[in-house]
């Protein structure tokens, strides 16, 4: 550990409190928030948290300028007892840490990313919400806050964690299938590029192709391959999974595939209830192929924010792919149901995945 006890500043005025119903994602802001400082002189200090409030920032610094930015997703729930669950924070912060290098950001070791962001949640505990399906959504960021304009990694960094409390994805309760639009010009990552770090660049990338699939009806694209626009990659911001025949399919880590979270736990699920699991590239033409032969069960992301998203439909210009009915699948709400209930700790936690706040 390298950051020692991190003092807290309380706010003076708290924010007022939304009611749990009407929170929405990533609308409503805590208390407070956490910060660290780092320079290539100095490394890490000055870790503190402070009331919520806008960074003062020069107008030269890099971030600004270059993108050299980059961001962490995770969640802390409460359970039925009332209990704060970090839900697998050292995976998080062992992701932030291994991705930071590609941007020539240094990386806050991860037990003082662990113990950093315990400290905001414990602060502002009281705002994790207890509604069914609610989470306090946590928001790591590490940016470049050098002012110069020379095109160089940043000799000064901010490390510093937000924190919103989020409504039940799933507004109605229940997951809702969505239609996508398999996306054959834009690039979301390509090899040798920034796809495989939470780099807030890729996020900039991905803005176009969602903005024209929104307009002609789609909730997000399905993104292919950088090169030959042939294999499947991702959806939206989240990890794909095919369920074909009896086979659950995931395209295999690379340097354009982020190595998301939800997908290890549907991963390890999976392969622990004896599915047949393979992470294996997956060409657009095999799941038009098992759509025609009926073997097509089930599409799905995982991620953070929706844990479990059902896809109802994959579509091109000239095509519609309706899958399941364009309904739920039994293995969808399987997992969707496990995960959700160990974070919520109503289902043991037999690997580990949960970090009690006390
Ligand atoms: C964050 C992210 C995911 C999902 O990762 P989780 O750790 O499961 O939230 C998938 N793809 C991209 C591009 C992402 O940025």
Same mark, same amino acid.
């Given at each position: 550990m390298t950051l020692g006890p991190i003092p807290v500043t309380r706010t003076t005025s708290p924010r007022p409190r939304t009611p749990e119903s009407e929170?929405?994602?990533?609308k409503v802001f805590t208390d407070h928030m956490l910060t660290v400082e780092w320079t290539a002189k100095t490394g890490w200090h000055d870790a503190k948290v402070v009331p919520y409030g806008p960074l003062a920032m020069?107008?030269?610094?890099s971030v600004l300028h270059y993108g050299q930015a980059m961001f962490e997703g995770m969640k802390a729930f409460r359970g039925a007892d009332g209990k704060i669950r970090l839900f697998r924070l050292m995976r998080h912060c062992q992701r932030m840490a291994a991705g930071a290098p590609r941007l020539c950001l240094p990386a806050l070791p991860p037990e003082d990313m662990a113990a950093a962001i315990q400290a905001i949640v414990r602060t502002d *505990?009281?705002?994790?919400?207890? *509604?069914?399906e609610s989470s306090l959504y946590i928001r790591p960021t590490l940016i470049a806050t050098e002012a110069f304009l020379g095109v160089r990694p940043a000799e000064r960094v901010l490390f510093y964690v937000i924190l919103s409390p989020v409504g039940a994805y799933y507004g109605g309760g229940a997951l809702t299938p969505v239609k996508i639009f398999i996306e054959r010009q834009l690039t979301r990552a390509a090899p040798g590029g920034l796809g495989a770090v939470k780099a807030a660049a890729n996020y900039a990338a991905s803005l176009q192709a969602a903005v024209r699939a929104k307009q002609d009806g789609y909730a997000q694209v399905l993104w292919l391959d950088g090169v030959k626009h042939e294999t499947i990659e991702e959806v939206g911001t989240m990890n794909l999974f095919v369920v074909i025949g009896d086979e659950l399919v995931t395209p295999p880590l690379s340097d354009s595939i982020l190595s998301g979270v939800t997908r290890d736990c549907v991963l390890t699920l999976g392969r622990e209830w004896g599915l047949k699991v393979s992470e294996r590239p997956i060409a657009v033409a095999e799941v038009v192929a098992a759509h025609k032969a009926g073997t097509l069960k089930e599409v799905f992301g995982s991620g953070t924010a929706a844990v479990i998203s059902p896809v109802g439909e994959l579509a091109t210009e000239a095509d519609r792919m309706v899958i399941n009915d364009g309904k739920v699948g039994a293995l969808s709400l399987r997992l969707y149901e496990e995960i959700t209930a160990i974070q919520r700790g109503t289902r043991p936690d037999t690997h580990g995945w949960l970090t009690v706040v006390d």
């Open positions: 929170l929405g994602f990533g020069d107008p030269a610094a *505990a009281d705002w994790v919400p207890g *509604a069914p």
